[in-house]
């Protein structure tokens, strides 16, 4: 069983920055890769970004790419989501999930509870 929990959401106001982290229990934290989607208020939930075990590889959405960056610290079995340059549309819970490599939810196994990233215009 793997546990996650995210923080550093927050409001922010647009152009701002803002930096997730999802902390993991267990011994197993290296062994999955890792995503982030966000699901806003009338939508369906959405791949934001994903780092492979090693952190060797990277997946962004379209929409984030060249602001948003992922990265892992297997020693402190966290992972971090830097968002710069956030834009009203960014404003969503946050999610973190645990599983195999995939843009897919569906690949994930583990899910923490969310986080709110509220950005003002």
């Known amino acids: 069983q793997v546990q996650l929990v995210e923080s550093g959401g927050g409001l922010v106001q647009a152009g701002g920055s803002l930096r997730l982290s999802c902390a993991t229990s267990?011994?197993?934290?290296?062994?999955?890769?890792m995503g982030w989607f966000r699901q806003a208020p009338g939508k369906e939930r959405e791949i934001v970004s994903a780092?492979?075990?090693?952190?060797?590889?990277?997946i962004y959405a379209d929409s984030v790419k060249g602001r948003f960056t992922i990265s892992r610290d297997n020693a402190k079995n966290t992972v971090y989501l830097q968002m710069n340059s956030l834009k009203p549309e960014d404003t969503a819970v946050y999610y973190c999930?645990?599983?195999?490599?995939?843009?897919?939810?569906?690949?994930?196994?583990?899910w923490g509870q969310g986080t709110q990233v509220t950005v003002s215009s």
């Open positions: 999930a645990a599983g195999r490599f995939s843009m897919l939810g569906a690949e994930y196994d583990y």
């Open positions: 267990g011994r197993t934290f290296r062994s999955y890769a």
């Open positions: 780092i492979s075990w090693s952190g060797g590889r990277t």
